[in-house]
């Protein structure tokens, strides 16, 4: 069995030509640049965080419009009390009365009612779900714990930063799609600085203190919810678990973004990718147990889970992009 | 270059500022999370023998830590009202029972993972969000505490991990029992769930 790499594309090449411009602006500025890092780091976590609480307090003024029945209601139960007005927003366990209000000062912070999914298929689903749970509890997870035993964790963590290094053409086309350039320029500088200081990418140099290019949260899927496209409805995939219509077509795309698909024979490819697939299990195993071991239906759970997870990522991404004007004056407060 | 000098100091100045800073919530927070770890590393504790001390311990922590009547309400949401009062005592009996012998034992298997207080938001004067972050050799888990005021006490009632809101789970999950269910039958399959756990 002969391992090659197929013939790159010529878009391979438009590609590797770009990210070498991009690089030769990044690499040179980089002592210059490890403070401006550092400086959008905290900023990006203030950022997470302030958005958060714009977040929250402009779907309060959604929820007040919409519902005006509970408003009402809910200060005339507390002006009784010794608490402010303020403090109706916000219910204590003491208004028991108060409860529609504590719907919607809960709700505000996840958005309406939380994002959810229609799930027309769900008969389906709930099958491919008892598959894949079947498929974790008797291959995956036996498999990974044998694993587990042979290699130390050092090991296994460089394993996974190597893969994640390899999937770096997701991040970097995903960022550009999404016109995140400072995302993309720090994609670029981490691919360069892991795979060529930190061996291969076995060392996860740039996310170290002091360089502090730390791994961009970038896929096609979330690149598609920031472009518009509604999520559609859930889908569980035999193999691949959760998913909707529009993380589906994500997966595809990133099929060939990802070097390892074009590993040939088509086995080796999959070979590397279960073998991917089991290193990763291997540094969390427990996780998946504990998800549905806390769950009461915990293929619910998982739906909503999966749904929490998409969405979020998609609105993080959202106010990383589009709050950059007013994101100073809010920091202060 | 000037400006490169300046700007560092300055931000320098603010990043020295910013823990006296830290609010309130903030503390609570990294103060219980620490009394936590104090009792998992505790070397008196550490052999099998005493694993259910380390346990009672434990779950007086979460008492002090958490609001369970807060966390309770806010998985029913809606559905709260239609249970009655001897109703929603067993309710946040068994759920708390539920979270115990899921959560124990993974906090029980905590390896000196690395965790980080970053920061706290307030989302109205009297609920806030505090930061944290968990260094696992998967990758870093970012972990949010939801607190609320209540009788002068910072209070957790949702902990969100990976962007996942505990509480927002939950609430999709009884809200699809309870759409088809009676609140008896959803605390008889709670029941049921505290029993198979054990």
């Given amino acids: 069995m002969k391992l090659r790499l197929q013939r790159p594309s010529l878009g391979f090449y438009i590609l590797m030509i770009w990210v070498f411009l991009a690089t030769g602006f990044s690499v040179p500025l980089l002592p210059a640049t490890v403070s401006a890092a550092e400086l959008s780091a905290s900023t990006s976590l203030a950022d997470v965080a302030v958005t958060g609480n714009e977040a929250a307090s402009s779907s309060e003024v959604a929820v007040s419009q919409n519902e005006p029945n509970p408003e009402p209601s809910a200060v005339s139960d507390t002006t009784g009390d010794e608490s402010s007005p303020i403090d109706a927003d916000n219910p204590s366990i003491d ?62 963590v460089s394993v996974k930063n190597f893969f994640t290094n390899l999937a770096f053409p997701i991040r970097f086309v995903s960022s550009l799609l999404q016109a995140d350039f400072s995302g993309t320029a720090t994609e670029t500088g981490r691919f360069f600085i892991n795979s060529i200081w930190g061996i291969a990418g076995f060392i996860d140099l740039a ?43 994500g997966s595809v795309g990133e099929y060939f973004l990802y070097p390892v698909s074009y590993l040939s024979p088509w086995y080796a490819s999959t070979g590397v990718k279960t073998y991917e697939i089991i290193n990763d299990t291997s540094l969390r195993i427990g996780d998946y147990e504990a998800l549905i071991g806390a769950a009461i239906d915990p293929y619910i759970a998982i739906r909503d889970a999966y749904v929490q997870y998409r969405h979020q990522k998609i609105e993080k991404k959202r106010q990383k992009l589009w709050s950059s004007g007013t994101e100073e004056k809010k920091t202060i407060q | 270059m000037k400006k490169n000098i300046v700007l560092s100091i300055l931000l320098s100045v603010i990043l020295l500022c910013a823990p006296a800073y830290a609010g309130i919530p903030l503390e ?30 434990l779950r007086q922590l979460y008492f002090d830590m958490f609001d369970e009547l807060e966390l309770a309400k806010r998985s029913l949401s809606r559905n709260w009202k239609k249970l009655n009062a001897v109703q929603q005592n ?16 993974r906090i029980l298997s905590y390896q000196n993972e690395k965790i980080s207080f970053d920061k706290e938001s307030m989302l109205t004067p009297t ?10 050799p ?31 789970n939950y609430r999709t999950q009884f809200n699809d029992i309870l759409s088809k269910q009676t609140p008896d039958k959803l605390l008889e399959i709670l029941r049921k769930k505290v029993k198979t756990q054990k």
Avoid: C
Wanted: no cysteine.
């Fill in chain 2, 127 to 136: 609920q806030a969000e505090v930061y944290t972050r968990i260094n696992r």
């Fill in chain 1, 95 to 156: 208004d028991l009365e108060a409860e529609d209000e504590l719907d919607a000062a809960d709700e505000n912070q996840n958005n309406g009612n939380g994002p959810q999914i229609t799930d027309p298929i769900e008969p389906f689903n709930r099958a491919m779900y008892q598959f894949n749970d079947k498929l974790y509890f008797w291959v995956l997870k036996p498999v990974a714990t044998g694993y587990n035993k042979v290699l130390p964790k050092v090991v296994r």
């Fill in chain 2, 28 to 57: 609570t927070v990294k103060i219980n999370v620490n009394k936590v770890l104090e009792v998992l590393r505790d070397p008196a504790l550490k052999s099998p023998a005493k694993q259910d001390i380390k346990k009672e311990k």
């Fill in chain 1, 207 to 249: 996310s170290m203190e002091g360089v502090n290019l730390p791994k961009q949260d970038a896929d096609l899927g979330q690149t598609f919810g920031l472009w518009g496209v509604g999520q559609g409805f859930y889908i569980v995939w035999p193999f691949w678990g959760p998913s909707s219509p529009r993380d589906t077509f």
């Fill in chain 2, 90 to 105: 067993e309710f946040i009996h068994l759920f708390h029972q539920i979270l115990e012998n899921t959560y124990a034992e």
């Fill in chain 2, 138 to 168: 998967a990758g870093e888990v970012p972990i949010n505490y939801r607190l609320i005021l209540v009788n002068g006490n910072w209070k957790v009632y949702d902990v969100v991990i990976e962007n996942v809101s505990l509480v927002q």
